[in-house]
C-alpha cells in the first residue's frame, strides 16, 4: 500500500495538481467527519432553501457544500469552483491553474438513513485568457478533465481517482489521517449479469429502454438467454463504487415524468468524472447518442442521460435504441 503523494508522483502527476487534490482530500476529511457527527450536532433534515435546480437543500448538502467551496478557494490554487449547490460559479484566485466543479453531497436522501454518501469532483485546466468570474470557463468537455474522483462515506471513507492514467482506489487510514493506495489499475469486467436503475420510472422511459430491462428481466427465459441481477443504491457513488468493483451496468435513462427535466444526473458534477473514472477502468459512458465525455456543455448545470459500465452491456443497451 502506498501513500497518496509518492503514489501520485509515481504517475508523473505535476506537484501543482497533487497540491490541490491534497487540498480537496482536506475538505473531504472534514466532510467525512461532519457526516459521521450530523445527528449528534443537529445536522439531519432539510433547508427551507432549494438550490438553482429546484430542489431541497439538506443541512448536510449546504454544510459540505462551504466546506468543499471554503477550503478550495482559500487555497490559491483554484481559479473558480461551480457546484450543483451553488446558483453560478464563483472566482477564486485570478492566477489559480485549475478549476473544480462539484457535487459536495451525492445521495442525500440517503442522510437519514445512515447510508451510502459521497463527493464528488472534478478538475479542468482554467483558461488564462477568461476572467474569474466568466461561468463560460466551465464549458469544456469531459474529454478535458485533468482529474476527475470522489470520496465514498461509507463503512470505510474512500477516495477512487484517475488523473487519466487508470483508476486507482485508496482508502482512509485514520491511524494516521492520510490516503493509502490499496488497488492500482481497476478494471471494470467487460461482461455483466448486474444492472442498476430506478425502476419505479419505468412507464416514463423511451421504447428502447423499455425493451432492453424487459429482456433483462426475461433472464434466461428471454433473449439475452442469463439471469441478471438488480441493485440501487440511490447515490450514484455507491452505484459506480459497485460497477467498478465488480461490474454492471448503471443507467439513469431520459424520462417523461416531468416535462422540464428530461434527465436527472448533471454532466458537470456526474456524469463527466464518473465518466472519467469508468472508462480509464476499461468500461463506457455512454448516453444513448454518444460518448458523455464528448457533450460540449451549454450550461453549467445541464443534466444528461446516463447509461455506463461493463462495456459489452452498455452495448448490449445502445443496441436497442439502433
Ligand atoms: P444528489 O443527492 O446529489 O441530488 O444526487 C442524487 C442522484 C444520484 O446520486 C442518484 O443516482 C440519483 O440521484 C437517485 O435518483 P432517484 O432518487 O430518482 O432514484
Ligand atoms: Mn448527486
Ligand atoms: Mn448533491
Known amino acids: 500500500m502506498q501513500r497518496l503523494a509518492p503514489a501520485l508522483r509515481e504517475d508523473n502527476v505535476p506537484l501543482d495538481l497533487i497540491s490541490l487534490i491534497k487540498t480537496i482530500l482536506a475538505a473531504t476529511k472534514e466532510i467525512s467527519f461532519r457526516v459521521s ?15 438553482i435546480q429546484g430542489e ?3 443541512q448536510l448538502d449546504v454544510v459540505a457544500n462551504e466546506l468543499f467551496k471554503d477550503i478550495l478557494l482559500e487555497s490559491g490554487f483554484v481559479k473558480a469552483i461551480s457546484s450543483e449547490e451553488e446558483d453560478t460559479s464563483v472566482a477564486g484566485n485570478p492566477n489559480g491553474k485549475f478549476i473544480v466543479s462539484f457535487d459536495p453531497l451525492d445521495g442525500s436522501s440517503n442522510i437519514e438513513i445512515n447510508s451510502l454518501i459521497g463527493t464528488i ?16 470557463m466551465f464549458k469544456q468537455s469531459g474529454n478535458k478533465q485533468v482529474c476527475a ?6 463503512p470505510a471513507t474512500m477516495l477512487v481517482m484517475t488523473t487519466g492514467s487508470g483508476t486507482h482506489f485508496y482508502v482512509l487510514d485514520r491511524t494516521h489521517g492520510g490516503f493509502l493506495r490499496v488497488e492500482r489499475n481497476v478494471q471494470v469486467p467487460k461482461d455483466t449479469q448486474e444492472f442498476a436503475v430506478n425502476m419505479s420510472n419505468q412507464r416514463f422511459w423511451q421504447a428502447p429502454m423499455q425493451n432492453y430491462i424487459n429482456d433483462l428481466l426475461l433472464g434466461d427465459t428471454g433473449p439475452r438467454g442469463k439471469n441478471f441481477n438488480m441493485r440501487w443504491i440511490a447515490a450514484m457513488v455507491g452505484d459506480i463504487h459497485r460497477v467498478l468493483t465488480r461490474g454492471g451496468l448503471f443507467t439513469y435513462p431520459a424520462d417523461t415524468k416531468d416535462p422540464n427535466k428530461p434527465n436527472k444526473l448533471r454532466l458537470m458534477y456526474e456524469a463527466n468524472p464518473m465518466s472519467f473514472l469508468i472508462e480509464q477502468a476499461g468500461g463506457k459512458a455512454m448516453t444513448s447518442e454518444g460518448r458523455i465525455m464528448d457533450i460540449e456543455p451549454t450550461d453549467i448545470h445541464q443534466r444528461v442521460e446516463c447509461i455506463m459500465g461493463s462495456s459489452n452491456e452498455v452495448d448490449a443497451c445502445l443496441g436497442y435504441y439502433k
Not at 39 to 47: E, I, K, N, R
Open 56 to 58: 431541497v437543500q439538506k
Open 149 to 154: 474522483g470522489y470520496v465514498l462515506y461509507g
Open 121 to 136: 469532483f472534478s478538475i479542468h485546466n482554467a483558461q488564462e485568457d477568461m476572467d474569474a468570474d466568466d461561468p463560460d
Open 37 to 51: 457527527q450530523a445527528h449528534l450536532s443537529g445536522l439531519m433534515g432539510s433547508t427551507l432553501d432549494e438550490n
